[in-house]
């Protein structure tokens, strides 16, 4: 495992707004000891799209010297099995002081994302985040494999991330985050479960958003079903499509004068 953190700030004439780029990083997943069917696991090497795009991101910071800070974080290891995996029933305490019971050891997503984003906000000051992960498998059949599914927490920066989606050429669409699924997540031995039951993208962003401190700004997008297709379409070719780097480039060439 590997925790990679990049920054970003401008040489004079910085605003008080920080973004927190988050990105998954895990590099194989094979669903650990709850394992994943030989179709399920074939692509796993993908379960770093987030962090891909999210490091391909910080290129473009770096290029386009915009008059704001930016942070970076990646929770980077895989999810495999040996006699030290992680077994359902274990109960980790996170970051946070929040503490989650592993029922599924192939949610892990989640548990590596949770420290990753109160890492961003406590220790490097991001106020304004994005994380961006391959998370969940029911994105798809909500939005297809050519629509990405975003939640915010603030309406104003949500629009503003779809604005630059929209821009940048990348479909996404903001799919709700009904306080009721809230509870799905509560756990019976911890505070929450990383398995909640219910409409799974929701419950899974709501997960995440138990980790957002109170007045930061967040959106999660949910790459799952995009950052990856069997055929060509667009300007993507057929592989791994860098879902999501051109909307955070987007999003940060609106403070660069270049």
């Known amino acids: ?77 895989e999810n495999l099995t040996d006699a030290r995996s992680m077994r359902q029933g274990n109960v980790l305490k996170t970051m946070s002081g929040l503490t989650v019971q592993v029922d599924h050891t192939d949610a892990e997503g989640r548990l590596t994302l ?32 050519k629509v990405t599914g975003i939640f915010g927490n603030n309406d104003k920066f949500t629009r503003e991330v779809l604005k630059c989606s929209d821009d940048a050429g990348e479909p996404m669409h903001e799919l709700p985050m009904y306080e009721g699924y809230r509870e799905n997540n509560k756990g019976t031995m911890a505070d929450l479960t990383n398995d909640g039951s219910g409409p799974g993208a929701i419950v899974a962003a709501w997960f995440l958003r138990e980790f957002v401190n109170e007045g930061n700004a967040w959106v999660h997008m949910d790459i799952a079903s995009t950052n990856f297709r069997t055929y060509e379409h667009g300007v993507d070719s057929e592989g791994a499509t860098g879902v999501a780097t051109r909307t955070l480039g987007q999003l940060v060439r609106q403070y660069s004068k270049l």
Do not use: W
Not at 26 to 48: C, E
Not at 115 to 139: C, F, P, R, W
């Open 114 to 145: 949770a420290d990753a984003l109160h890492y961003i906000q406590e220790k490097m000051g991001a106020n304004t985040l994005v994380d961006v992960a391959t998370l969940t498998g029911s994105v798809e059949e909500a939005l297809g494999d």
């Open 1 to 77: 495992p590997a925790f990679i953190t990049i920054s970003y700030d401008p040489e004079v004439g910085a605003t008080d707004r920080c973004f927190g780029f988050v990105g998954k990083g895990i590099t194989f997943d094979s669903g650990g000891l709850n394992a994943k069917d030989y179709d399920s696991m074939r692509d796993m090497k993908n379960d770093m799209g987030g962090a891909a795009a999210v490091l391909q991101a910080m290129s473009i910071v770096a290029a386009l010297r915009p008059g704001i800070s930016v942070r970076a974080v990646i929770a980077a290891c």
